[in-house]
């Protein structure tokens, strides 16, 4: 039988961006548990200012292949 976490990954990465996306938040939800509503009340605020800035082009937005590569060349 082959490892369950890899035909998982090899199955998820099948799917569409946004429902890779919404999976992902499920799962790392999932390890979180609860938190404090403070805490998550500042994670919201934060978002909320990020996403704010990405619509007002406050911020350059790169695309994650390019970040992805920038890191690796980084990493060496």
Known sequence: MPDSVSELS???????????????EELLASLEGDLK???????????????????DEAVERVPADEVFARVRRALR
């Open 10 to 24: 090899r199955r998820a990465r099948e799917l569409g961006p946004e429902d890779r996306a919404r999976l992902a």
């Open 37 to 55: 509503p403070e805490v998550d009340a500042a994670w919201d605020e934060a978002l909320r200012m990020r996403i704010a800035d990405v619509e």
